[in-house]
């Protein structure tokens, strides 16, 4: 049956690695027949979490930007894939600026299954697990996630370097399988 998916690509390169594994994920998804869609983080306002707690009580949140449109779509996709680039051993900021603001609808991300797309200069995959490890303590949140795959991407560091790796068919088959 097809899938609803939504890719968030989160690095500041368009591009870039990380959204290029991400548009190869795309491709493999759609060659199976899922609905896609991507979203590239830096084109959307995302304003910080100001911690207000409003949304405690409300369930939404306070500021005007394009979050609340990106959370209606996590909360309608069946899986998620969240790509990052490996930025001081961490998720992007962009990506973590938008995990913050899930406060007033996390509740509702119930069943959903997820992928990570990691990219890194690094050549160790096993420095890249306190990326994965970042990205879990979203996940750990929620309702019943189910983490379907992750892509350690190494090795890459100038923009689109990843093209000539094996990664780019890593990619295409996790979406493929998806
Ligand atoms: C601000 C910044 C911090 C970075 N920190 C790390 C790091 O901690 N470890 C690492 O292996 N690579 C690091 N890199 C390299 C990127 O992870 C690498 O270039 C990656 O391929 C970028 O992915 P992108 O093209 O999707 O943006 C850093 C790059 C930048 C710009």
């Excluded at 690509?9 to 994920?25: C, H, I, K, Q, T």
């Excluded at 309608?76 to 973590?96: E, G, H, N």
């Excluded at 093209?163 to 088959?173: G, I, L, S, V």
Aim: proline fraction near 3%; glycine fraction near 6%.
């Amino acid at each position: 049956m097809p899938k609803k998916i939504l890719i968030i690509s989160s690095s500041p390169r368009r591009g870039g690695n990380s959204d290029l594994l991400a548009d190869e994920f795309m491709r493999g998804a759609q060659d199976s027949g899922h609905n896609v869609e991507k979203i590239f983080l830096k084109d959307k306002k995302v304003n910080y979490c100001s911690g207000c707690g409003v949304c405690y009580d409300t369930k939404k949140c306070v500021q005007k930007d394009d979050v609340s449109e990106i959370l209606e779509k996590i909360a309608t996709s069946d899986v998620i894939v969240l790509a990052t680039p490996v930025y001081f051993y961490t998720m992007s900021a962009q990506l973590k600026t938008l995990i913050d603001r899930c406060c007033p609808r996390y509740e509702e991300f119930s069943n959903k299954e997820f992928y990570f797309i990691l990219t890194a200069a690094d050549e160790d995959k096993a420095m890249l697990e306190r990326t994965a490890e970042s990205l879990r303590g979203f996940t750990a949140c929620l309702d019943n996630p189910v983490e379907k795959g992750v892509l350690y991407a190494t090795g890459v560091w100038k923009p689109a370097e990843v093209k000539d790796t094996k990664f780019m068919r890593q990619a295409y088959e996790l979406g493929k399988n998806s």
